[in-house]
Nanobody, 119 residues
């Protein structure tokens, strides 16, 4: 059994910062890509940022220069540092990871954490 547990969401004023964390636990042999997606009310889930095992990163255009993704492979954890937050960043943020659980790779998702940017 593999679980992804997110933390760090909350309410923040425009221009503020938040740091999300997502820790993977359970039967894990190795982790390939890790990332963050978000889903706002009435919208489709979209990729925010992703980081490969070796550290290369990919960002949505809407967050480039404001968000930074990183990972700690020793802790099986991925982070999302969000700066200069805007009201349009309000969404439920989900982490995901491609994990080898001993029988090949499959994609896992966290339960989601709410981020609300409002004055």
């Amino acid at each position: 059994q593999v679980q992804l547990v997110e933390s760090g969401g909350g309410l923040v004023q425009p221009g503020g910062s938040l740091r999300l964390s997502c820790a993977a636990s359970g039967r894990i042999f190795s982790i390939d890509d890790m990332g963050w997606h978000r889903q706002a009310p009435g919208k489709q889930r979209e990729l925010v940022a992703a980081v490969a095992h070796g550290g290369s990163t990919n960002y949505a255009d809407s967050v480039k220069g404001r968000f930074s993704i990183s990972r700690d492979n020793a802790k099986n954890t991925v982070y999302l540092q969000m700066n200069s937050l805007k009201p349009e960043d309000t969404a439920v943020y989900y982490c995901n990871a491609r994990i080898d659980y001993g029988f090949g790779y499959r994609d896992y998702w966290g339960q989601g954490t709410q981020v609300t940017v409002s004055s």
